[in-house]
């Protein structure tokens, strides 16, 4: 609880009550409103397209995206996911795939932009994410290099596009 000069203050809860803090924890019922809410806030959301601003938010994405998307090595003997991050396995180079991968499933999920629920594209995003699993980042991957692309940059990026591709990703 945070004391205002109001009162107190209340977290929310995903419907909307206001419950103290430590109470009311999310339920495994609360989990597909979490999960819709942090899809907004990677996507923005329903945004207005005739908003110039927003608009120039998604031209630039979609740009940015497209250069991404026509790199991406999508062929079956691949060692990378772009030649310019080979070898995957290297920490900086898993790390910045996964950002890659992120922006791509942004763009993605964003309406308006040229990948916008292409299926060729959420297929061959969630076999990056397996390609990078089994060659580069995983449980049985002793921690090398870097402690910040093992513990902080490669987990958001792969949570962010778990997120946007959840309905996607096998179980």
């Known amino acids: 609880v945070l004391a205002t000069p109001a009162g107190p203050a209340h977290a929310a809860t995903p419907t909307g ?4 803090t430590g109470t009311g924890a999310p339920t495994e019922a609360d ?28 031209t630039a994405l979609d740009t940015a995206a497209r250069a991404l998307w026509e790199t991406l090595d ?18 900086g180079n898993f790390g910045q ?22 299926s060729a594209v959420a297929d061959a995003l969630v076999a990056a994410l397996r390609f990078t699993h ?5 449980p049985a991957r002793r921690e090398t290099g870097n402690w ?4 902080i940059g490669a987990p958001r990026a792969l949570m962010d596009s778990a997120v946007l591709l959840r309905h996607r990703l096998p179980a």
């Open 17 to 20: 009550t206001a419950t103290p």
């Open 31 to 58: 989990v597909p409103a979490l999960l819709e809410r942090a899809e907004a806030l990677l996507t923005g959301g329903d945004l207005d397209p005739a908003d110039p601003d927003l608009a120039a938010a998604v």
């Open 74 to 91: 999508r062929s079956p003997a691949r060692t990378a996911l772009w030649a310019d991050l080979a070898p995957v396995a290297d920490p």
């Open 97 to 118: 795939s996964y950002t890659r991968l992120r922006t791509l499933a942004i763009a993605w999920a964003t309406p308006g932009t040229t990948l916008t629920a292409d």
């Open 134 to 138: 089994d060659a580069a980042y995983n």
């Open 148 to 151: 910040w692309f093992w513990e």
